[in-house]
């Protein structure tokens, strides 16, 4: 399997990029980076090349802030789109970007086509928990859903699930305001329903949004605009905890030197939550799976997003979903 | 202005509650405690008396887990029931109870009637962000919400912020998916429409969800299901990430070490975020404000529950939702 890299996205691009591309590269996966020939070979040239990286050139770059229809419309050579030309020609198995996730999710949507079955795309993240990880979908690619939208994101999920976490039957729930059946709103009501009777699927019921950090479940199926305000939720609270305890451990000399001390215990509890290792948020239901990454992202967590790429791009999740799609349709 | 007590609800009901009571009727508010007669004399036994405090009985208590519609029917003389009962005879200004939330919700909305003008009640709490509290309505009592009910919960906010946050004019966020006005559903936009076009409100446009932590507005609207996600999201992220800082801090002797020192700062932390500082969070829209504080509080807690009752007592908060909203009506 072969993985396209938008080296022009992303906040440390192209450096940090192309880096980390050469380090997944040099542990045997297969990297077409796309973007600024000059730009990506200068880079190149203080590394040592390696075989498994070709170099596609595209002349233009989309900045974090342009909108997706204007993207689509006048930047036909940028990075991100040649990368997702060459899915579509079938020279890829994936496309990974760190740059502008509206425009890679809208382009992704274009111009890679929705897999046989599917309605609508959806955006799958892993976020860890108490007790491993547990898989959100969707985070914000189909903002209003229908229930049979929702059942069909929790069998891409279960999927994804059964690929990544290795889980033969991963269990699903979907995330609503409280767990008894009567909660919820009309929608989630009927998409109770559908997921009761999908053999497909491992239906749990509801979750509540405190309960995913405690893994009841292992998929946690939304529609994009409830994952999306559940998303910001969670990474506004990190964030401000974390401010909130540094400023508190200023206050005090003991604060301070326990800061000091607790310094590798924190960098590690960064490490289980910063989403950069998670490996980013996986578009869903299209032809080519797409990883959009952190915009943060380094060269380590730019390589740690090309492997988990590569295992994904080994799974056929497309054929996979849409497999279990055509055999729920022949069920009816 | 008088304040109603459930002293039988709570994790630590009737002792934290009634202890908690008396130490704010000290301090000069005018408390009724309602509940097991017996089993409050006990506890107040042990304390000297005041004039402040007054106990009325009531007989049955409703627990935890107990189902709203089954609580309305059948326990007609629950230490809540009565409480709300005071409340609707006129007979107390807000009722502060630590029992059952959604007993609590239904029996206020049944009990003390809609103000004038409000189609739905509201559940508001406080949260803190960097800078300042922020006001975050609905946060469950109204799962389903149409445009112009988003568009009563700005005002109710805004009410509620010029009494206890002291801000003349509140800045008023809608909670979306993006700060772009052609996000959010059909609904939101439509809100939007009607609160940019509303004069008691100072709209500031959508507001992410991680901006809420920032405080960039000083009230945030959504209905109620998304308000409950929200709000769960936040808490089991505070409670993920401090079992992972202590999981983190036991595995190595630094780490045991700055845990130590870095005490009395994660101590301020926590106070920072505890929601029962805060004073649990608030019913609005009916015509008597209701308290309904986290299960387990202790007795500073509640204490500082009734304080901020009181101070939400004085402020009339019914009588002004219903003013603003007759005078929107008026200018139609």
């Known amino acids: 399997v072969r993985i396209a ?14 880096l980390g591309a050469l380090d997944a590269a040099r542990k045997g996966v297969d990297v077409q980076l796309v973007g600024d020939r000059d730009a990506i070979q200068s880079i190149l040239e203080e590394s040592s090349e390696s ?29 991100i789109r040649v990368a997702m030309d060459l899915a579509a020609e079938g020279k890829v198995d994936a496309v990974v ?33 108490t007790q491993g990880r547990v898989l959100v979908l969707d985070l914000g690619a189909s903002v209003e859903c229908r229930p049979a939208h929702l059942n069909t994101f929790a069998v891409m999920g279960t999927v994804l699930a059964q690929a990544v976490l290795d889980k033969r039957k991963p269990r699903v729930g979907l995330l ?6 009567e909660k ?40 994009g605009f409830v994952g999306n305000v559940f998303l910001k939720a969670v990474e506004g609270t990190f964030s401000f905890l ?68 590569h295992r994904v791009a080994e799974a056929s999740l497309a054929e996979r979903i849409s497999a279990r799609l055509a055999h729920l349709e022949q069920g009816k």
């Open 176 to 181: 609503s305001n409280g767990t008894e059946p």
């Open 184 to 223: 919820g709103t009309p929608a989630l009501r009927k998409a109770w329903r559908l997921l009761d009777e999908n053999p497909v699927v491992s239906f749990e019921g509801y979750v509540e949004a405190n309960e995913v950090f405690s893994h009841r479940v292992d998929v946690v199926v939304c529609d």
């Open 242 to 309: 974390g401010q909130t305890v540094r400023k508190e451990a200023r206050r005090d000399p003991l604060g301070w030197t326990a800061g000091l001390l607790a310094k590798p215990a924190l960098e590690r509890v960064q490490k289980t939550v910063e989403y950069s290792e998670v490996g980013g948020a996986l578009l869903l239901g299209v032809e080519t799976p797409v990883l959009v990454g952190h915009g943060r992202s380094k060269r380590r967590a730019v390589e740690s997003a090309l492997h988990f790429a």
């Open 97 to 129: 970007t760190l740059g502008n996730s509206g425009v890679a999710l809208a382009t992704g949507v274009r111009v890679l086509g929705a897999s046989p079955g599917v309605d609508r795309p959806a955006l799958a993240s892993f976020l860890p928990t």
């Open 51 to 79: 075989g498994n990286l070709t170099l596609v050139h595209a002349p233009q770059v989309v900045g974090m802030s342009e909108a997706p229809t204007v993207a689509l419309r006048r930047k036909k050579r940028s990075s």
């Open 5 to 18: 890299v938008d080296a022009m996205g992303g906040d440390h691009a192209p450096e940090q990029v192309v």
